[in-house]
């Protein structure tokens, strides 16, 4: 059974910095992409950022240039390292991954912005 564990949320103020951290973890063959989605009250899921095993990253226009990430494919990891944060980034974050052709998801991590 495939277990995604994410770390790192909590409060920060407006400009502050978070890292957030995801782990995989089960019998585990291929990952072929891991990202992150954040939901905020009231809105949809929104997918972040991703990044494939071959490592193409794709981020979401509003966190270009602000948000970072990456993935240790022998540790079965993915990073989110975000720079001046916004109240905007306010949400619930989750770590997703593709392992084995299987969507997996984490069971979240509150990120709050305090303006």
């Known amino acids: 059974q495939v277990h995604l564990r994410e770390s790192g949320g909590g409060l920060v103020q407006a400009g502050g910095s978070l890292r957030l951290s995801c782990a995989a973890s089960?019998?585990?063959?291929?990952?072929?992409?891991m990202a992150w989605y954040r939901q905020a009250p009231g809105k949809q899921r929104e997918l972040v950022a991703h990044?494939?095993?071959?490592?193409?990253?794709y981020y979401v226009d509003s966190v270009k240039g602000r948000f970072t990430i990456s993935r240790a494919n022998a540790k079965n990891t993915v990073s989110l390292e975000m720079n001046s944060l916004k109240a905007d980034d306010t949400a619930v974050y989750y770590c997703n991954a593709v392992i084995d052709l299987r969507v997996y998801w984490g069971q979240g991590t509150q990120v709050t912005v305090s303006s």
């Open positions: 990044i494939t095993s071959g490592g193409s990253i």
């Open positions: 089960g019998t585990i063959f291929t990952i072929s992409v």
